[in-house]
Nanobody
Framework: QVQLAESGGGLVQAGGSLRLSCVAS????????MGWFRQAPGKEREFVAG????????TYADSVKGRFTISIDNAKNTVYLQMNSLNAEDTAVYSC????????????????WGQGTQVTVSS
C-alpha cells in the first residue's frame, strides 16, 4: 500500500499560479499511475489530471487543458500539479490519488487517496 501526502495549496488571486505536490511513501512509486482530483463545495469529486508511473502518458480534464500540467519525479516519489491561469471555478479541495493505471483513476478503482489540500482562487 502507498501513503500520499499533499501540500502546496493556498489562496491565490485569479490569473495566478500554484504548484501542488504529493509525496508518496510505502510501495514502489513507479508501480502506480498517479492523479489529481478536486472537489468544490456542493459538487462531486472530479478527475483533474493523471500520469503513468513512467511519466510517459498524461491525461487532463477538458476544463484544465492548457492551464494545468502534471509531472512526476520518481527519484523523489513526488507528483506535481502546476496550475496556471487560475480562476474562481478552480477553487476546491485537491486530492492526490494512486491507481493501477490511468484508466483506473478515471473509471475506478482508485487504490488510495491523500487527505487533500485546499485551493482558493479569489476573483
Amino acid at each position: 500500500q502507498v501513503q500520499l501526502a499533499e501540500s502546496g495549496g493556498g489562496l491565490v488571486q485569479a490569473g495566478g499560479s500554484l504548484r501542488l505536490s504529493c509525496v508518496a511513501s510505502g510501495r514502489t512509486f513507479r508501480s502506480y499511475a498517479m492523479g489529481w482530483f478536486r472537489q468544490a463545495p456542493g459538487k462531486e469529486r472530479e478527475f483533474v489530471a493523471g500520469i503513468s508511473g513512467s511519466g510517459a502518458v498524461k491525461t487532463y480534464a477538458d476544463s484544465v487543458k492548457g492551464r494545468f500540467t502534471i509531472s512526476i519525479d520518481n527519484a523523489k516519489n513526488t507528483v506535481y500539479l502546476q496550475m496556471n491561469s487560475l480562476n474562481a471555478e478552480d477553487t476546491a479541495v485537491y486530492s492526490c490519488a494512486a491507481g493501477a493505471t490511468i484508466g483506473s483513476l478515471t473509471s475506478g478503482p482508485v487504490n488510495c487517496w491523500g487527505q487533500g489540500t485546499q485551493v482558493t482562487v479569489s476573483s
